[in-house]
């Protein structure tokens, strides 16, 4: 990944990656300043810190004006916190990025900080606490970070202490930007069709002002506690239930073997983890592993929800799987290496992903979980690799909490399967159809057609549609494969509540083109510029089912279709098909 890195007089870095062939700029500002540098009595003021800026600055006093001027030239803006860091991030059409960068250099250089705002903005982050403490599936993670790290910065709630925000005044968080906020800790990257010298000058002109300052030093980690377990029950229906280790830090030299150990326990549908407990035995919907790494400390967990009669089951087989890698054939970890191989290229061709990559080359952003400002918390659940122990036999987990209560995330699951292409004589490579289903949500809220278009112009071709009412009997057949698990009632409720589209597309290697296009199970893990990465939030309301291998299209089309699908050629096709230079 080529990039310009600079530093300025003050000690500002500033990277620029030209991409030429992209036509927005993604603008990320990391302040190397989180709650780990926090105590007890001002816990949760980085957090709160990165709501207030952004209620107005000197050159836009209101929190409306700071949207609006980013939002009405097309683009985004939106901050995050973390343990080791804050970031602060934009992403709009080329012509206006010097527009993100004049406002986030404003919120950082000059925020208000009334205290009428701290007031209000007080009451939002006491909910926002409660809110997610009432949560299994993100309190069991704050919970297995306190035993890694026990009174500890790094096993506390990044958003605080509730009674430390009710307390809370303007002239605190002042300070503690005034403290923390220093500029050799900051780096600004861009990306996009921009010109790197251009870009260094405007970073230069809003931010090289910004005075030096002494920078803030943290608590180093400390050793893990002796407690390795910890218990919250009430009546339920689901357990929740993290194991986890301590890793490496982030610039050991074992996070290389470490991600690829990750890769094979955890991470995908196609992960030990995955295959053992979902797909084989069928224990949970949820499993994976991920790992956090700090400047001096590191962490993996592994996750499961299940049925609470089940734990003891799922908690063998995830030991079993643990162990398991010192026995495996080397081919189990072969098959890991292209997906991390490919990882840092697939993130080049994206500005917003090419940022995080510049940072964390010039070792300016920790590979940590985080979360944000609205509703990006669900990020604490999942980062982007994972960490575990070495050595000749597996330590004992250093934590293990459960937690059970009436809610559960469902959707229908992904199985990630791969076609060979195969070419016809006359170079055209052969087409397969797959099923799509614009979900309830998706007509509701008028985007069902604004997806299609997108398949339309990837260039697969549309050969059946319908508009209907699913009835019950329909949805039971749809979702047999899932009857008799605990969210299966939860799947026929919501695509018989409101009336679906139905399609049927055609094309080269559909049924992968189309389940790439659509992303991940879970919205807060699709991949941006997917369908469910760019309009979709939660998992019972993730827009689109689509096909997941050639036998389960035959059969769902079958279902939706009984009539059968129209047969038409395009004048088009060829360009889209043929895989052969010009005779």
């Excluded at 006093?61 to 609006?68: F, G, K, R, V």
């Excluded at 797959?434 to 509701?444: E, F, G, R, S, W």
Aim: net charge positive; hydrophobic share 40%; charged share 30%.
């Amino acid at each position: 990944m080529e990039y310009r890195k600079v530093t300025l007089a003050n000690g500002l870095r500033v990277l620029v990656g030209e991409m030429p062939e992209a036509r927005s700029v993604s603008l990320f500002v990391y302040v190397g300043v989180g709650s780990r540098i926090e105590t007890k009595d001002d816990a949760g003021t980085s957090h709160f810190v990165e709501h207030m800026v952004f209620k107005g600055s000197a050159k836009r006093p209101t929190a409306a004006e700071i949207s609006q001027v980013i939002e009405s030239k097309g683009g985004v803006v939106n901050a995050s916190t973390d343990k080791e860091v804050t970031v602060f991030w934009s992403r709009l059409p080329a012509r206006h990025y010097l527009v993100a960068l004049d406002v986030i250099a404003d919120l950082i250089r000059a925020p208000m900080l009334r205290p009428k705002d701290v007031d209000s903005e007080r009451n939002v982050i006491v909910e926002e606490l409660r809110m997610y403490r009432d949560q299994p599936q993100d309190r069991v993670h704050t919970l297995v970070d306190e035993l890694l790290y026990p009174r500890h910065p790094l096993g506390w709630e990044v958003a605080g202490r509730e009674e430390v925000v009710l307390g809370m005044t303007a002239e605190r968080l002042r300070a503690f930007m005034e403290r923390g906020y220093a500029p050799s800790r900051t780096v600004v990257a861009l990306a996009g069709p921009l010109r790197a010298d251009d870009a260094i000058a405007a970073v230069d002109e809003a931010l090289g002002g910004l005075a030096a300052r002494e920078v803030v030093k943290s608590k180093p980690a400390p050793r893990p506690g002796k407690s390795h377990s910890k218990l919250l029950g009430k009546r339920a229906e689901q357990t929740n239930l993290c194991v986890g280790w301590r890793a490496v830090h982030t610039t050991h030299p074992d996070r290389y073997a470490i991600d690829m150990m990750n890769a094979v326990l955890g991470e995908g549908m196609s992960s030990r983890l995955f295959l053992e407990l979902r797909e084989k035995r069928g224990l949970a919907y949820d499993v994976h592993s991920y790992r956090a790494n700090y400047s001096d400390a590191g962490h993996l967990v592994i996750y499961a929800g299940f049925a609470p009669q089940n734990g003891a089951e799922v908690l063998k087989a995830i030991m079993r799987e643990v162990a398991s890698p010192r026995r495996a054939r080397a081919g189990r970890g072969d098959r890991a290496r292209p997906r991390l191989r490919e990882g840092p290229h697939r993130a080049s061709a994206r500005g917003h992903a090419r940022r995080v990559g510049m940072a964390r080359g010039a070792r300016a952003l920790p590979r940590a979980r985080s979360f944000g400002r609205r509703s990006l918390r669900a990020h604490r659940r999942r980062d982007d690799g994972g960490h575990a122990a070495r050595g000749s036999r597996v330590p004992p987990p250093r934590a293990l909490v459960r937690r059970s209560d009436r809610t559960a995330r469902v959707a229908r699951g992904d199985r990630a399967r791969r076609r060979r292409r195969c070419r016809g004589g006359d170079g055209v490579v052969s087409a397969e159809r797959t099923l799509v289903v614009l979900k309830p949500d998706a007509l509701q809220r008028g985007i069902a057609f604004e997806i299609l278009s997108r398949f339309e112009k990837r260039g697969l071709r549309l050969v059946a549609l319908r508009l209907l009412k699913v009835d019950r009997a329909m949805a039971e057949k749809h979702y047999a494969v899932h009857k008799g698990k605990f969210f299966y009632n939860d799947l026929v409720g919501v695509i018989t509540a409101s009336p679906v589209v139905a399609a049927v597309l055609e094309g080269p290697n559909a049924i992968a083109v189309v389940r790439l296009m659509v992303g991940s199970t879970r919205p807060h893990e699709a991949s941006e510029g997917s369908i469910r990465g760019d309009y979709a939030l939660v998992g019972l309301r993730n827009l689109v089912h689509a096909s997941d291998a050639p036998e389960t299209a035959a059969s769902e089309i079958k279902l939706w279709f009984p009539d059968g699908v129209v047969e038409y050629t395009r004048d088009i096709d060829r360009w889209m098909t043929e895989d052969k230079a010009p005779s």
